[in-house]
């Protein structure tokens, strides 16, 4: 999540439909999307191992235990695949940030600098909270992570356009009065590039995290700790301008 280009409005929009749902054939809604759901989930391990590029549809039709023409028939093949695992995680990463989202507006028109703050941190929060305990989130980080390394495919276009860049507005706009400079300023985005970067350490390198840390996953407090610490980080690196 690190792009600096020019800011659009900062209201998260809703998440694409992912891909045409068809009805399959004598099984039913519940069949057709049980078979989809394991598609996609099969897809982003593939994707995350071999890269949008070196990924086959066979790779990913025999991880789903599918027939090659399951895919072409729900996702009209490898590209919309892709896209459709772009538009999963956007969908549960958009449901995740609502109410900090939603409580941005209040906190930018107090004025208050505790308030604020407190905003860019319940942001954060809610980013690990989604982070730490989503349940596919070892797929995701893999998916993502290869992605941001290989910088193709066609759903980093999506993930950016519906999720990096109203997020990083929505925190733009509470970083900004915090360090008297305008929400669409170049040190305000640097700003916020900075303080979400440890968020993508947890999702991208989460492997590596939890090895350094000597955890074997992120349950019984953890989670919490980590909040603490990106907290304190958080409020010491707003509390004065970049260039000090």
């Known amino acids: 999540m ?8 900062p209201e998260m929009q809703a998440p694409p439909a992912s891909a045409p749902r068809r009805r399959p054939d004598g099984g039913g ?36 235990g599918v027939n090659p023409p399951a895919l072409q028939y729900y996702f009209d093949g490898k590209e919309g695949l892709h896209r459709a695992c772009a538009c999963f995680i956007i969908e549960r990463i958009s449901q995740a940030l609502v109410p900090a989202l939603a409580a941005v507006d209040g ?3 107090s004025g208050d600098p505790d308030r604020m703050l407190d905003g860019v941190c319940a942001i954060l929060d809610a980013l690990i909270d989604f982070t730490l305990t989503s349940e596919d989130v070892a797929g995701w980080s893999r998916f993502m992570g290869k ?20 997020l990083h507005a929505a925190i733009s706009r509470l970083i900004g009065p ?26 991208i390198n989460r492997t590596n995290a939890l090895a350094l840390l000597g955890w074997d996953d992120f349950a019984h407090g953890r989670r ?9 980080h958080t409020r010491a690196a707003l509390s004065r301008p970049l260039s000090s």
């Open 2 to 9: 690190t792009d600096i280009s020019p800011i659009p409005a």
């Open 147 to 166: 992605g941001q390394a290989d910088n193709g495919g066609p759903a980093f276009p999506l993930i950016r356009d519906q999720v990096t860049r109203p």
């Open 107 to 109: 906190a930018v028109a």
């Open 29 to 64: 809604y519940a069949r057709g999307e049980e078979t989809r759901g394991r598609i996609i989930t099969a897809a982003m391990r593939v994707f995350g191992e071999e890269g949008y590029a070196r990924a086959s549809t066979r790779q990913i039709a025999d991880a789903a």
């Open 224 to 232: 919490d700790a980590v909040k603490t610490a990106l907290r304190a």
């Open 178 to 203: 915090l360090i008297g400079s305008d929400p669409d300023a170049v040190e305000t985005r640097l700003r916020t590039i900075v303080a979400l970067s440890p968020v993508t350490a947890f999702l």
